[in-house]
């Protein structure tokens, strides 16, 4: 089957936002967890409601054929 829209590339921005809290996540850099004490890594709840905001975003963008933030830098 021919792939009709390449998300990987037309959201890349969006998606790069997403990995970099993964990364951040997988990292350990959680504010309050292992004695951390930054809160600008921001705590597992914050983390979970960026990332929760992150991909509903995507998937309206995507569902409804919306412009990506690299469309709009252009």
């Given at each position: 089957m021919?792939?009709?829209?390449?998300?990987?590339?037309?959201?890349?921005?969006?998606i790069a936002g997403i990995?970099?809290?993964?990364?951040?996540l997988?990292?350990?850099?959680?504010?309050?967890?292992?004695?951390?004490?930054t809160?600008?890594?921001?705590?597992?709840?914050?983390?979970?409601?960026?990332?929760?905001a992150?991909?509903?975003?995507?998937?309206?963008?995507i569902?409804?054929?919306k412009?990506?933030r690299?469309?709009?830098?252009?």
């Amino acid at each position: 089957m021919e792939k009709v829209l390449n998300v990987s590339a037309k959201y890349a921005a969006e998606i790069a936002g997403i990995k970099a809290v993964l990364k951040e996540l997988e990292s350990g850099r959680i504010y309050g967890f292992n004695g951390n004490c930054t809160p600008a890594d921001g705590s597992l709840e914050t983390n979970v409601d960026v990332l929760t905001a992150q991909l509903k975003d995507l998937l309206d963008k995507i569902e409804y054929g919306k412009a990506s933030r690299c469309d709009n830098e252009h």
